[in-house]
């Protein structure tokens, strides 16, 4: 990575803020990087300056198409960095997401920062965030992702692009003898990692300390966060992860079983993509347009939150690692919301009966059945719609964080935080959350809800009657957050405390909802029962 990314100093002094002698712009609006000046811009409301479309990489583009992300070409006079760069190439996919940058494009290695420090000198903490979407959409345009609220607390924010789909995640033969490293796929997380490489050598121009780096992202950039932690190529990069609903650890039979690949099978994979392409060389697949590349990948719904183990980015024992502590060894905040698919369980005119449920259980899981009807009983049709809603929750996200959780406190050697999401967004029925129509009572704390709130941007999520009490959460939560991100733990500043989770005699969990509470883990039966049978493919 070092080599192919250009580490160079170019005899760089880190001096930030610097003043050109134009004089077109305020002095604190430009600041020099390895690769020249850049030109940012001052919030609306003063005391944050923001940099966004800055370039960490060459544009991934013609013969660049799946390869790691190379240098940047230095430029000459000053950059302006006053508008979001492209995101990655995507499709129409989740309805509650809206952007704020020119569309999706190859051309989009581009991140952002946001900072409160008045000089290089201030070596504030950094806060890294890594956007969700299923590997197959997002950008760090959203609004309800804006990194200026959390500067406002005292810290530097960047939030960064990355490929996705076919264009982040395609291993075949012939990249994999091409690369040098006899792997290939994972580009996505190589272009997380050449990023997390930017911050070290250019955020303290912004008056970040490349020291205290902590990586957050939610969904497949919590997903994201869980592989940055046990990836070779990532170490030293970052001091703390927070992990918000998601890692590579999985439960047994679930949709996404397939998506633990070895590296021949994420191979075979590229190599019927590249037959249904019609492209019979990698240099045939490379001269496709990206949208009729993109075109494919819609159509065999493919790439969603792989897990590739190269032996490179993702070592082929990555179960391992984490087992005997080869992991990053940095103190971990990690959590997931309430409900995470109850939306998916209960919406429109399909209502979940027990007969139903019942029937689905026993032929899913056959002579398992009994064991987990009573982890997920189904009496009632109303318990019956909690328990699918619990199940879906469960083997999506709830037990692959508590996995990543419960790891990390075995055998990191690090303090270790653990949340439960609870608030209930009040979101209007009829309206469309996630790709599914919301019912009201019947959401509750759902999938990707918490974003809005722990980045302190419920105002820019326009059409939802916002309470008090979400307002006061959301401050809390940012608090927390930053807290984390400056020391190691979430406590201070008159917030409720917040114990660390210890050990099977001492589990508590902070309960994020309207009033913050502790109370010790629950519902511990049903993750100890997807971890007992996950042990069969060897987390």
């Known amino acids: 990575m070092d080599a192919t990314l250009g580490i160079r100093t170019i005899g760089l002094t880190m001096l930030s803020m610097v003043s050109l002698a134009s004089g077109a712009a305020s002095p604190q609006l430009r600041v020099r990087i390895d690769s020249g000046t850049v030109e940012g811009s001052e919030s609306a409301r003063p005391g944050i300056r923001v ?26 006079g000053v950059r302006r960095a006053t508008e979001f760069g492209s995101r990655a190439m995507q499709g129409f996919i989740y309805s509650d997401m809206v952007f704020r940058d020119p569309g999706p494009a190859e051309d989009c290695l581009f991140l952002n920062v946001w900072t409160p420090a008045d000089s290089a000198g201030d070596n504030l903490p950094v806060l890294f965030w890594i956007h969700g979407g299923g590997f197959q959409a997002g950008s760090s345009s959203e609004p309800r992702q804006d990194g200026e609220n959390l500067a406002r607390k005292g810290v530097v924010v ?23 490293h006899g792997a290939s796929g994972n580009y996505g997380i190589l272009d997380q990692i050449a990023a997390l490489r930017w911050v070290q050598r250019n955020i303290a121009a912004f008056g970040g300390n490349p020291g205290n780096v902590t990586i957050f ?23 703390k992860a ?5 890692s590579f650890f999985r439960a047994r039979d679930t949709e996404d079983d397939k998506l633990d690949l070895s590296l021949a099978d994420a191979e075979k994979l590229g190599s019927d993509f590249a037959a249904a392409a019609g492209a019979g060389t990698l240099a045939g697949l490379r001269a496709l347009p990206a949208g009729e590349i993109l075109k494919i990948q819609l159509s065999r719904n493919e790439f969603a939150m792989e897990s590739i183990f190269d032996g490179y980015v993702m070592p082929r024992d990555s179960y391992a690692a984490w087992r005997e502590g080869r992991q990053a060894h940095v103190p971990l905040l990690a959590g997931w919301t309430a409900d995470e698919k109850r939306v ?29 009807l009573r982890l997920y009983p189904a009496g009632t049709d109303e318990e019956a719609i909690r328990s699918a809603g619990d199940l879906a929750g469960d083997q999506f996200i709830a037990y ?9 406190l075995e055998t990191g050697a690090s303090p270790v935080y653990r949340y439960s999401f609870d608030r209930k967004c009040p979101i209007e029925p009829g309206r469309i959350v996630n790709g599914a129509i919301a019912t009201g009572a019947d959401t509750g704390a759902i999938h990707a809800s918490d974003i809005p709130y722990a980045l302190g941007n419920l105002a820019n999520v326009p059409g939802v009657p916002w309470e008090p009490g979400d307002r006061r959460l959301s401050d809390a939560m940012a608090t927390y957050w930053t807290n984390f991100a400056k020391t190691g733990n979430p406590n201070g500043g008159g917030l409720p405390e917040w114990p660390r989770y210890r050990g099977a005699a001492d589990l508590p969990v902070q309960h994020l909802d309207a009033t913050i509470t502790t109370a010790p883990e629950v519902h511990r039966d049903r993750y100890e029962y997807w971890s007992a049978d996950a042990a069969a493919i060897g987390q």
């Open 51 to 76: 940099f966004k479309g800055i370039p960490y990489a060459a544009a991934p583009v013609g013969n660049l198409r799946w390869k790691e992300p190379q240098a940047v070409e230095a430029w000459q």
């Open 158 to 180: 960047v939030s960064v692009n990355y490929r996705m789909g076919a264009f982040g995640f395609l291993a075949h033969p012939e990249l994999s003898r091409e690369s040098g």
């Open 217 to 239: 992202g939610e969904s497949a950039g919590s997903f994201s966060v869980s592989i940055l932690m046990t990836s070779p190529l990532a170490r030293g990069l970052f001091a």
């Open 242 to 246: 927070i992990a918000q609903s998601g």
């Open 344 to 372: 998916y369980a209960v919406f429109g005119n399909k209502h979940v009966t027990a007969e139903a449920f019942i029937a689905s259980i026993r032929a899913k899981f056959g002579e398992r059945s009994d064991a987990v």
């Open 400 to 408: 692959t964080t508590w996995k990543l959780a419960n790891r990390q």
